[in-house]
């Protein structure tokens, strides 16, 4: 069974430049989660799809992210415009309905905004 | 309110020595308590999680934890480290059926294993 896949798996960018992040989950999981973390930082919430919605999205810094699930698959994570605070790793994780406090990562995306 | 603290950003060891990586952790209801272990350029994997059950959790490559709600501690341990257990390990907290699944993480230890 393959598991969560990022891509892609580093991106530099320079401030003001859009950049969309691609998460693909486990087949068959419901939840799809974003995180960041920044270097030294804690690994932070960003969101939370159930299948195609949006179940918790409290943790997008503002309105320059946008992330998106079509048709409950796949995910990707939009930033435009990138600001510098934006680099950091963006982690994507996916859980089953069944087991959902079980989360399984993917590799991450490492941003670099300069 | 949940919040985890993990105790030293580096924990060096050698190569047969005990492991012990220290979190504590708050929490307003009952905690889902895990820890994760990240190697180089590969994502986090959960090594162990505790969910209400038996206190003493036994996980993937040897690693225990044990809740202790008196001192909220969820410390992880090993017997004996081997060059193999160096990486990155995160302590994370989530209010489970009770409430919401996000975890919140603390700031990670990276352990280093001296032969």
């Known amino acids: 069974e393959a598991g969560v896949t990022q891509f892609p798996s580093h991106s530099v960018i320079e401030k003001g430049q859009t950049v969309t992040l691609r998460c693909d989950p486990i087949?068959?999981?419901?939840?799809l989660y974003w995180y960041r973390r920044v270097m030294g930082k804690e690994i932070k919430f960003l969101l939370h799809?159930?299948?195609?919605?949006?179940?918790?999205e409290s943790g997008m810094p503002n309105n320059r992210f946008l992330a998106e699930r079509t048709g409950g698959t796949y995910s990707t994570l939009k930033v435009q415009p990138a600001e510098l605070e934006d680099s950091g790793v963006y982690f994507c994780?996916?859980?089953?309905?069944?087991?959902?406090?079980?989360?399984?990562f993917g590799p991450g995306t490492r941003l670099t905004v300069l | 309110a949940q919040s985890v603290t993990q105790l030293g950003s580096h924990v060096s060891v050698s190569e047969g020595a005990l492991v012990l990586l220290r979190c504590n952790y708050s929490?307003?209801?009952?905690?889902?308590l895990f820890w994760y272990v990240q190697y180089p350029n590969q994502g986090l994997q959960l090594l162990l999680k505790?969910?209400?059950?038996?206190?003493l959790v036994k996980g993937i490559n040897g690693f225990e934890a044990e809740f202790k709600k008196s001192e909220t501690s969820f410390h992880l341990t090993k017997p004996s480290a081997h060059m193999s257990d160096a990486a990155e390990y995160f302590c994370?907290?989530?209010?489970?059926?009770?409430?919401?699944?996000?975890?919140?993480f603390g700031r990670g230890t990276s352990l280093i294993v001296h032969p």
């Open positions: 929490s307003s209801v009952p905690p889902y």
């Open positions: 994780a996916s859980s089953s309905r069944g087991d959902p406090d079980t989360q399984y």
């Open positions: 994370a907290v989530s209010h489970g059926r009770g409430g919401s699944y996000i975890p919140t």
């Open positions: 799809f159930v299948k195609e919605s949006k179940q918790d």
């Open positions: 087949s068959g999981h419901d939840n």
């Open positions: 505790y969910t209400s059950a038996a206190t």
